[in-house]
Structures are given as structure tokens and as C-alpha cells.
């Protein structure tokens, strides 16, 4: 926000040197970024926070160096009684959608002459950094930049028929805005329209059609409060930023909406002649009423660790204009005001009397009260997730949420479902909301590998966006990870990480097919039959659309399944002093059985002995074992905890697993 020095002084008896004031400033949450000389004049610029939109006008910023040097501000009364006729505005204002414009107020001026703007208007503007125009247009910028409330003025002989509506737009739509470049409307853009059609993009731009010029001789001046959220969107989407999207954005105040209306006609018949319709068009519904809060005075002493005075408090919120309904010895109780939308809680009091009476005020060793932090169980996984992945070698990347659409259905694994697409792409060509992590993942090696990195070992950690009929989407927190190692390497490393969240935890791996994936090389990872994930080789063909040039593995976990199996409590076991034992198996299986359930077998059928089962290798022979067959050698290594463990024992375990591999797979051991 710029600020014109002289312009401070019409609201402050300011005798304060600039330097003091914006010092205090910056202490108050109004950071001072710098200061130019404009001319005879001074201009301050100050960093305004999104949640203070009363600082965009000069208003605002006198009311608060007002409260910090205990000044009384002196707002104009914008009186328009004595410059209007008894006439109305000739002209009907409908609202079709309240949600989008909950008011709107219309008065005409007649009679003006268009020409420069006198001397003080056009240099404060100069101060700020706004081009001169006219002096009708000048005024209503003006304005925008003294009470942050955005302005319109449409030559009123201009607009067709009696009335005026503000509506959604229709798809396909034409529109010429003042800057005289078309643009194409969608269904979500609101205009302000007369019987022809739009002749503004409400919130946004004034049109081209009803543009004030030298020629022009009646006005219609609109004053109106449009919801944030539409105004941003049709903002971006056309590339068409303004001072008065910029402030809608953020809110305007509305109960000042009708003093910016007066305002802009007293100011217009005092630079460019004309006389004001007496009656105004109002339409929408009065602002309503704010809840009052309460501020006990022991709080302060509690979050702030000092005493204030409850005359310094009474002073500060009742300067900051929010009027005191009720005090007592113990608390005080105010309506918040209107341009402080994000004053509705007893803290939000609090830290005004904290900024304004001063931050400095509070000694270093102030009592208060600390509570330990507690980190969520989100948190708590997702930075032990962070050490394992740390401690195997692997970096973590950032990538973005939204991507294209030949990449949001790379895989599909968790979700058939067609993605969300925005309204608004970053990117030029980006507009799904991603499903899985595993393409943007390819993309960075595919970055990496233009730079020669030979080893390409990332994760990344953030949402994806599964869709949901008619609902918001299930946002889901992923664990994706790739690397240039083999199938078994990579499933290695998952167990790795499992391991370190929950060592009891048994990592199955299903075949499972998917064109991301080389055939025979992907898995459906499940956990006592809860999916965690996918894990696979990417296939060539992926990694041709990539633009790949090496070999590569992914997996993708989903962060919700491992936080359930996490154990987050550290807990003991004692290591066995016993030593273990090893026996090779040598099964003849069909082509169709898979490690996996071998695997699943012989920690089932062994029991407690079974400390792990070990794959080694698979071999074909057509010859001797016949077609569709398959050999497989895998260690079982036997331990017992409390004692030595017999041959007789470790033959009886081995047993049952030969048992029962061969009655669920009708495997044979191989003489």
C-alpha cells in the first residue's frame, strides 16, 4: 500500500516526525518497506497483511497512527445535501445472485463536465502511484485509495433500458472492458448488465461500452460489496488483476459503502460540476449486525505475561473503532468493527491491545505460562518415514499437486475415477488434481537424468486427490518413492521402511498388472489384508512417454496404512542368545504360485520358531520338471528364544511348512 504523507494530514493533526511513525507502524504489524519523495510530497509504502483490508485506504492507515499517538481522526461527513435536486436515479438495480452481491447502491449526477482534474486531486493520486485520467475517474479512485472501497462510474446516457442487473454471466459471452480488449466469459463470471448486455465485469472492470469520456454528461455511480472468492477467480482466469479486484478479494467494509457513494458525488460535483439525484437505488439487505466479545482483563496478564490499565484498554479498542457495549472491573465487552472481520474471538482482542500498546512493553522474562508442544501422530509417522528414507540414501523431492491429464492417469491404481480438473491451471496444460504421486516422481528423474545425476534414489511425501461422487475428494496423504534398483531391491526397501514403523509387521506382496509396469514385475502390497500400497518396475513403454533414458522402480504407500500399524510408543525386546538355524528348501511349484504365498506359508505353518524366510532364487527346467513348472529356493532360519534349539524341532517346523506348502500349492521338494 503507497500513502501519501500530505494526504495523512487531511484525517491527522500529524505533527510526528515520519520516521516515528513508521517505526511504530512496523512494531504494530504495518511493516514500513521504504519511502520516496513524490514531487512536494512523501510516499510511504507499507506492507499490508491479507486479513487487513481496511489498511488499502488512507482511512485506515490515519486511524491506526490515530490510536498509536492517542490523535483523533477526522473522517470527511461526505454531505451531499446541499449539492442534490429532488430528482431520483432514473435507473432499477436487480440482484440475482445476494450470495455474490448482498448489496449494491446506484446514485446519478447530472450535468458534469469532463476535464483535468484540479491540482491536490491529481497530485495525490500522482503521490500513490495512479495515472491521471479525468476528473470523474480520477474522483472514484480517489476515493478507492482514501476508504478502500472500489468505485464505479458509467456514463448513464449510455446504458440501455431502466434497469440494471448484476448476473451471472453465460458461457461464450463477449465482453469489451475499458482496457479495450475482449474477452470470453465463462458461467462462474459475474457482470453488471444492462438490457444490451454486460457492461462491466463485476468487482473486476468497468466495459467499454459505458466508459466515461469527454463527451459525457449524466453518471451513474455504483458503490457495491461482491464476495471475494468469485472476484479472485475470474481475476486469474483472465489474467485481469485491478485495484478493485485486489481489494474485493480481501473484503471491503459494508457499512462504508454508502459513505464511498456520497463521498464520490460530493467530490464529482466539486471537480467537475453537475448536480446529485437526491434518492439513491439501493438494493441487497443491510450488513448484519456484529456479535459482540468479550476481553477479560485477567487474559491479558495470562498470554501476555503484564498488566494493562482497563483505561488503556477501553482506549485502544474504542480508538480502533469497536464501541464498547459494557465494562466492568473484570473484563470488557465491544462490538467488533465493521472493517475487522477477523476480530470474533476473546484472543483477537487481545493481541490488539498487545500491538497497539506495544510489543516492546513486554519484558523478557514475562510470566507466562508454556505448555510442551505435542506433535500428531500424522507428524510423528511422517518424520520417521523421513528418517528411514534419510538413512537408505534417498533424497525427498517437491512436486506439484496438479498435472496434466495423460499424467493423472499414468496409474489408477487407487482411484477408476475420472480426475478433478480446476478451473484455473497454473501451468498451461495442467489442470487434474493428481490421483498418485508415481508420474510426478518419474518427472523429477526424468529432470535429474537431464543433468547426468547417475543415481536417482527420491520420495516424496504429500496428498492426493481420489474423487468422490458428488462430495469433496478423499484427500489422502502418499508415501511415493523411485529409484534405479530391481523389483526386489525396491520391495527391500519398503520393508525396510515397514520395519522401522512396526517390526511385527508382515509385508505381503500380490502380482498385480498394471501398464505402468513391466509384465510380472508389479505388486499389490498388503498388510494383514489391508492394502498399503503398489510396487513395480516401470515398464518401457512408460518410461518412453517419460522421456526416461535408464531403468527405473516406484512404489506408492499410502501414509494413512502405515500410521495404523505404526508403533509409535518405543518399545523392548529382548535379542535372543540362541543361536539360529538354516534350512534351504528346494520347491518344484507351478508356474502360477508366487513367492509371496510361499513366503506367507512358511511364517504361518512355522510359528514362533520361524525367525525369517528368505527368497533365493527361481529356476526353469521344462525338461526335467515338466511345462509350467517352476523351481524355487528360499532359507528358512529357525530360532528359538529361550533355549537351543534340537534337530528334532527344526525337522518337525520344516515339516508342517512342507505340509502345508504342498496342500495349498501342491508344491514338491526336489529330492
Not at 24 to 34: I, K, S, V
Not at 36 to 48: F, G, K, Q
Not at 626 to 636: H, Q, S
Amino acid at each position: 500500500m503507497l500513502v501519501s504523507w500530505e494526504w495523512l494530514k487531511q484525517y491527522l493533526d500529524l505533527k510526528i516526525s515520519e520516521a516515528e511513525v513508521c517505526d511504530r507502524l512496523t512494531l504494530a504489524g504495518l511493516n514500513f518497506d521504504g519511502a520516496s519523495t513524490v514531487a512536494n510530497d512523501r510516499c510511504l509504502d507499507l506492507e499490508v497483511t491479507s486479513n487487513r483490508p481496511d489498511w488499502l485506504g488512507h482511512v485506515g492507515i490515519a486511524r491506526e497512527v490515530g490510536v498509536l499517538f492517542d490523535l483523533d481522526l477526522k473522517v470527511p461527513t461526505a454531505d451531499i445535501s446541499a449539492t442534490s435536486t429532488g430528482g431520483a436515479c432514473p435507473k432499477i438495480v436487480q440482484i440475482e445472485d445476494e450470495d455474490f452481491c448482498p448489496r449494491y447502491i446506484a446514485r446519478s449526477v447530472t450535468g458534469v463536465t469532463i476535464g483535468p482534474s484540479p491540482a491536490w486531486l491529481a497530485n495525490r493520486l500522482e503521490t500513490v502511484g495512479i495515472t491521471v485520467i479525468n476528473n470523474v475517474v480520477d474522483v472514484t479512485n480517489y476515493v478507492l485509495m482514501e476508504i478502500g472501497q472500489p468505485l464505479h462510474a458509467f456514463d448513464l446516457e449510455k446504458i440501455s433500458g431502466d434497469t440494471i442487473t448484476i448476473r451471472r454471466a453465460t458461457t461464450g459471452e463477449k465482453f469489451t472492458a475499458i482496457d479495450h480488449r475482449d474477452y470470453e466469459l465463462h458461467g462462474d463470471d459475474y457482470v453488471i448488465a444492462d438490457s444490451s448486455g454486460a457492461i462491466a465485469l463485476a468487482g473486476v472492470m468497468g466495459g467499454k461500452l459505458t466508459e466515461v469520456g469527454e463527451m459525457t454528461h449524466s453518471l451513474l455511480i455504483e458503490a457495491a460489496d461482491f464476495a471475494a472468492l468469485p472476484v479472485r477467480t475470474t481475476s486469474r482466469r483472465l489474467k485481469l488483476k485491478s485495484d478493485s479486484s485486489y481489494r474485493f478479494e480481501r473484503g471491503v467494509d459494508p457499512e462504508m459503502i454508502d459513505w464511498a457513494s456520497r463521498r464520490c458525488c460530493e467530490l464529482i460535483v466539486e471537480t467537475a460540476g453537475g448536480e446529485i439525484c437526491e434518492g439513491r437505488v439501493f438494493a441487497g439487505a443491510a450488513a448484519p449486525a456484529r456479535k459482540p466479545v468479550t476481553l477479560r482483563f485477567s487474559q491479558l496478564m495470562r498470554v501476555l505475561g503484564i498488566d494493562v490499565p482497563p483505561a488503556e484498554v477501553h482506549r485502544i479498542l474504542e480508538k480502533l473503532g469497536n464501541p464498547v457495549q459494557k465494562q466492568t472491573s473484570e473484563s470488557i465487552t465491544v462490538i467488533p468493527a465493521s472493517w475487522r472481520r477477523d476480530i470474533y474471538r476473546e484472543i483477537d482482542l487481545v493481541e490488539e491491545v498487545a500491538r497497539i500498546y506495544g510489543y516492546d512493553q513486554i519484558p523478557e522474562r514475562a510470566g507466562v505460562s508454556l505448555s510442551a508442544s505435542h506433535q500428531s501422530d500424522l507428524d510423528r509417522v511422517r518424520n520417521k518415514v523421513r528418517t528411514a528414507m534419510l538413512g537408505m540414501g534417498f533424497d525427498e523431492t517437491l512436486t506439484r499437486s496438479i498435472v496434466s491429464d495423460v499424467w493423472a492417469k499414468t496409474f489408477q491404481g487407487w482411484s477408476l475415477s475420472e480426475p478433478l480438473a480446476t478451473s484455473m491451471p497454473m501451468v498451461k496444460g495442467e489442470d487434474r488434481l493428481r490421483i498418485s504421486l508415481l508420474p510426478s516422481l518419474l518427472g523429477a528423474r526424468r529432470n535429474n537424468e537431464k543433468f547426468s545425476y547417475t543415481q536417482i534414489d527420491l520420495y516424496e511425501i504429500a496428498k492426493v486427490y481420489l474423487p468422490k461422487p458428488k462430495a469433496l475428494p478423499d484427500e489422502r496423504y502418499m508415501v511415493g518413492i523411485t529409484s534405479g534398483k530391481s523389483f526386489y531391491e525396491m520391495k527391500g526397501i519398503v520393508e525396510s521402511l515397514v520395519a522401522m514403523l512396526n517390526p511385527r509387521a508382515k509385508l505381503e506382496a500380490i502380482p498385480y498388472t498394471d501398464p505402468i509396469f513391466e509384465e510380472g514385475q508389479g505388486a499389490h502390497l498388503t498388510i494383514g489384508g489391508t492394502t498399503l500400497g503398489y510396487l513395480g518396475v516401470v515398464s518401457q513403454q512408460t518410461c518412453k512417454a517419460f522421456g526416461l533414458q535408464n531403468a527405473a522402480s516406484v512404489a506408492e504407500l499410502d501414509l494413512g496404512a502405515l500410521m495404523k500399524l505404526a508403533v509409535l510408543v518405543p518399545q523392548h525386546q529382548d535379542f535372543s542368545t540362541q543361536p539360529t538355524m538354516n534350512r534351504d528348501l528346494n520347491l518344484i511349484v507351478d508356474e502360477e504360485v508366487s513367492w509371496s504365498q510361499l513366503q506367507s506359508i512358511g511364517y504361518d505353518a512355522g510359528g514362533e520358531l520361524v525367525e525369517n524366510v528368505t527368497f533365493q532364487e527361481i529356476f526353469r527346467d521344462p525338461k526335467k520338471d515338466g511345462p509350467g513348472k517352476k523351481r524355487v529356493l528360499f532359507t528358512i532360519t529357525l530360532q528359538a528364544y529361550d533355549r537351543t534349539l534340537k534337530g528334532e524341532e527344526a525337522d518337525a517346523t520344516i515339516a508342517s511348512i512342507l505340509a502345508e506348502c504342498e496342500k495349498q500349492t501342491g508344491a514338491k521338494l526336489l529330492a
